[in-house]
T-cell receptor
């Protein structure tokens, strides 16, 4: 099946620094990728939809200047948490669809990035 | 507003029994519904998709039902094993897929 690779898996940073998370589709092309955030014991919350070659679409309440998304190629999307603060500490997960595959409604997820801001 | 509710936050069962998880939704008219498994510290993994015209779908020890009148899906794991312990999420949508809060299943040996 399709594989989505995400790294780093864990990052600890100081308040005020920026953190970049990479999401790659390894064996398929993804014109669209989705970024979710998950707080402990809560469900995944869609943050934004990353579109190759165009601007990302952000969900209501998600600051686009805070969470910068770049989808420069058909296999790579990046999420940069700018000027991170402790309240940004969370589990960030990316996902994508393999539109060439069977049952292309399903999402393939990366393994997630646990961000801890001190 | 649209809601996806998984009634049980946690479910504990004995090995060998059948686990039944519930997913209810409001203000959706879905063409299909999906179930995912999530292990701690990992991203979700797709398990099953059931379409609106399908009453039931099976995959090995998994069975999903979909009642669009009740706006409910049931997810069953038969002959449960400790390895089935995980959080199970139901999901709706395509371009903005939303997830329920999940049910944390623990299967005790």
């Amino acid at each position: 099946g399709a594989v989505v690779s995400q790294h780093p898996s864990r990052v600890i940073c100081k308040s005020g620094t920026s953190v970049k998370i990479e999401c790659r589709s390894l064996d398929f092309q993804a014109t669209t990728m989705f970024w979710y955030r998950q707080f402990p014991k809560q469900s995944l919350m869609l943050m934004a939809t990353s579109n190759e070659g165009s601007k990302a679409t952000y969900e209501q309440g998600v600051e686009k200047d805070k969470f910068l998304i770049n989808h420069a190629s058909l296999t790579l999307s990046t999420l940069t948490v700018t000027s991170a603060h402790p309240e940004d500490s969370s589990f960030y997960i990316c996902s994508a669809r393999d539109l060439e595959g069977l049952a292309n409604e399903k999402l393939f997820f990366g393994s997630g990035t646990q961000l801890s801001v001190l | 507003s649209q809601k996806i509710e998984q009634n049980s936050e946690a479910l504990n069962i004995q090995e060998g029994k059948t686990a039944t998880l519930t997913c209810n939704y409001t203000n959706y008219s879905p063409a299909y519904l999906q179930w995912y498994r999530q292990d701690p510290g990992r991203g979700p993994v797709f398990l099953l998709l059931i379409r609106e015209n399908e009453k039931e779908k099976r995959k090995e020890r998994l069975k999903v039902t979909f009642d669009t009148t009740l706006k409910q899906s049931l997810f069953h794991i038969t002959a449960s094993q400790p390895a089935d312990s995980a959080t199970y999420l139901c999901a709706l949508g395509y371009n903005d897929m939303r997830f329920g809060a999940g049910t944390r299943l623990t299967v005790k040996p």
